[in-house]
């Protein structure tokens, strides 16, 4: 029988395992073909795990001893900063290479357990620093939708692979935007958690009160899946919460949510007309659908991006002093200790890496901390009170999660700042510590290509629920 892998959610790929339609096998063998065939163009994967039908085989014994969960036989992949025991992990980096994973990441160990197939490592920017995969030490990862646009990033490879059928599901993280914007460039959905909803254990750290694991999937129902089996305290990142952290928003069962839309910061000739559009029609939608749109006020929100842009490299630039050429990966020797740190450093890091590490140097220096971390610091305790006051309005807030679709290849290499604009939606979520939810929505006709757009929703700290409830709505799930 041939997998129809186009319309396979994680839900009827169990089904169809369950009833015996095909084996966990024969679906892993389907997305290795898949692989085979599209990612000498796509460049989503950097491995692919040569025991992948190893691992299906032992998900179908527990298939047919009857003791296989909602997970069991789904294949899928891993970004290359989440750590699998034994496996390589690299984070794009070149300092990695050669690095294997001494533990696995909790979010993966979970999966493992309940069943996964792992496929592959998937592609990133180096250290998850960037937004179109361009700063891999391993080639830049293609858009599916036209190979001369990029997938996003800084999980591009993950998004990618779910969107050329080549996985059912992929792990990426999310700092800035890191999952949300390549889903939206390359149509699938892309869920950034709760701060601490998901274990950090295992995921190369980038600006660790910012990142979180997270899914990326073809739909709402499959991200809800992967997050409730990912999701939970673990005893190795303290930063976690539990299911109950946060009280329910109380409402009756089935009562239609209130959307509040930031209008004023919408306004702007930043965002591309098509996204505009979709973005209204997604609207329009959830109207028809008995939901209320209400305008909203964000007083601060124009500053999420200076204070994401302060803290995030403040905090990249004390995380990456670990890769110091002794206790990971490359070492090129000096005359003395000094000098090998140096020089492996100078020969492991990409551009974007040390850019990160001077800024952050930089606002954290004596003199400049007053001036730059500490006011970006209080900046963040007022945005995240603009959310909270609104939130006591509305149940969601909706912008598009990207100012356009996927851009060229090239076309923001050369303007740091130009990139940096990318991530005006996506950064609050993080600075605020809110779960948020890309799904796409609507798409643009650019040079014979349809390239997609993407919606996000972002929901009160534990509301993941909400960004579920009103996702499948809109999709139809
Ligand atoms: N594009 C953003 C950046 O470059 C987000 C990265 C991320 O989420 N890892 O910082």
Redesign the pocket.
Known sequence: MKIDLKNLSIEKAARGLRQGDFTAVELTQACLDQIQAANPGVNAYLEVFADALDQAKRADEKLKAGTAGPLTGIPGAIKDNIMLKGRRAGAASKILEGYTATYDATAAAKLTEAGVVWLGRTNM?EF????STENSAYGVTKNPHDLSRVAG???GGSAAAVAMEGALFALG???????R?PASFCGVVGLKPTYGAISRYGLMA?GSS??QIGPIGRTVGDCQVLFEAMRGRDRRDSTTISENTYAAPRREKGTPLTIGVPRHFLSGDGLDPAAREAFEKALAEFEAKGYQIRDIELPNIAYALMV??IV?PAEVSSNMARFDGVKYGLHVDGRDGIEDYFRTRRAGLGREVVRRILLGTYVLSAGYHDAYYNRANAMRRLITEDFEKAFQAVDLVATPTTPGPAFKIGEKTGDPVA??L??IF??TA?ITGLPALSVPYGSTERDGHTLPLGLQLTARAGAEADLFTAGKLLLGE
């Open positions: 920017d998850a620093m960037g937004g990033g800084s999980s993280s999310d700092t800035g935007g890191s999952i914007q980038m910012l990142d994401y842009y995030m990139m940096y990318e991530d996506t950064v993080n």
